[in-house]
């Protein structure tokens, strides 16, 4: 059977920019993927490795977008003002129209298909509230790019959810934060994940409701990234899983350390990496 080897890159806002440090450890290491499925920020990590190729100068160059990235304001971190005067139906700045001038800038351009993405081939996920499950963008060649990323990215409360026609769509990491199981529909016979979710250490000053939520969040998103884990398992798919928030607990809205995510994200993934050298197909 042909191999197809897939980088799943999950949700996690600034936390992004560990997966540029992991990605450079993976080319490194020898992975040429075939395959990038890509949700919330790594839609856009994913869109642009897509857009220029998966190669030491890309990833040179992603590394100077990543500490731009702090000029847009993507996530504004007075998120609850936001929510309130969302709940009001007030208006006030638009974080969308920021995210949507950043990815342009990038060069991924309004006009641009998936047709023109060059290889690694890219999908991008959304979620489907009203249907309870992944929409996956890049299937139809036709399909405009910048708007799949701006589905997959669009988290309340800064960024509203989407109707299009009997669809409510939101940013993907509400139902597959790391998205394995498109991976494997899609054929992927090889995977590396790279998982941006929180491992946090709770802590007795972490209650209230906001202690809650972020238990909920942290528990759901758990729940799922097992489940796709386990589901790759059962189907024979070797799945290399690099947590790469560890110990490391900044805020998703945060993009004040760029640097030390990235060194942290390509010292984790070189260490488990270089003990997996056999793994990696084709090194």
Known sequence: ??????????????????QVGALQAIYEHGFQPDLIVG????????????LNGFS???????????RNAIQYDLLPNNYLRIALRRMLGRGGGDPAARLREFIIAQGLTPDLTFAALQKPRLVVVSADLNAGKPVLHGLDEDENVLDSILLSTALPPWFMPIRKQNAYLVDGGMVSNLPIEPALRLGATHI??????????WQEDRNGVTGFLDRLTYSVERRYTDL??????????????????????????????????IAQGYEIAHRVLEDRQEWIPGS
Do not use: C
């Not at 030491?56 to 990543?66: A, C, I, N, Y």
């Open 1 to 18: 059977m042909e191999q197809k080897l897939a980088l799943v890159l999950s949700g996690g806002g600034s936390r992004g920019a560990l």
């Open 39 to 50: 949700v919330s920020v790594g839609s856009v990590n994913g869109a642009y490795l897509a």
């Open 56 to 66: 030491h100068e890309s990833l040179e160059r992603m590394v100077t977008v990543w």
């Open 192 to 201: 590396v994940a790279l998982d941006l979710m929180d491992s946090r250490e």
């Open 228 to 261: 796709e884990l386990a589901l790759a398992k059962a189907q024979g798919v070797p799945t290399q899983y690099l947590g790469l928030s560890e110990g490391l607990h900044i805020p998703f809205w945060d993009f004040q350390h760029t640097d030390e995510m």
